[in-house]
């Protein structure tokens, strides 16, 4: 389970601090602004730790599946399908858009490696049922404590850009403002 630790020193920790929004109209636009991408970039991670969980709740639930009908093609052979179907699957969630990629995507791997110890998903058929039902359980509990950090992070970048918006609709912010803050950032390292 995802745990917010009061006074903690991890990003999530500092988001969902009832802290992290409180009198934001005394802060300057750049710390909003700052704060509205700290809250991105934790969305972006839970996101990424969302999609790791789907695919691993999938290739289980595929698996039980294939028990159950008596179906004799290894869910190995059918992996691209199963991950594929709700790529193509209507969008559920929140729909935003995502400018960040995962800062800490191998932790989040390792993390639900551990979930399930001994509890290895590259030979499934080869698991008892017992371990896949409750490999199943853990992934959705899992993956439901991380939607529920999810929407509470979206729920802090919902605050932090209505302040932004409502800085510019008073005119305490400009457009032109923001292009000369952009333009004066020394520009970045290409990779």
């Given at each position: ?182 333009r004066a950032k020394p ?5």
């Amino acid at each position: 389970m995802i745990e917010v630790r009061p006074g903690g020193r991890r990003r999530i920790d500092r988001v969902l601090s009832p802290d992290y929004i409180a009198d934001l109209d005394r802060l300057d636009l750049v710390e909003v602004r700052a704060r509205r991408d700290d809250a991105a970039q934790e969305e972006t991670d839970l996101s990424y730790l969302r999609r790791l969980l789907h695919g691993r709740i999938d290739i289980v639930k595929a698996e039980l599946r294939r028990r159950a009908e008596g179906g004799s093609e290894p869910v190995v052979d059918q992996l691209a399908k199963i991950l594929a179907d709700k790529a193509v699957a209507p969008a559920m969630g929140s729909g935003r858009h995502q400018s960040f990629e995962p800062s800490r995507a191998e932790s989040h791997r390792r993390h639900i490696e551990a979930l399930v110890s001994d509890t290895d998903l590259t030979d499934v058929a080869a698991l008892p049922d017992e371990r896949l039902d409750l490999a199943l359980r853990t992934y959705v509990a899992e993956e439901s404590s991380v939607s529920q950090r999810r929407r509470e992070v979206q729920a802090v970048m919902d605050q932090l850009n209505e302040e932004i918006a409502n800085r510019y609709r008073a005119g305490s912010a400009s457009v032109d403002d923001l292009l000369a803050a952009e333009r004066a950032k020394p520009d970045e390292p290409s990779e």
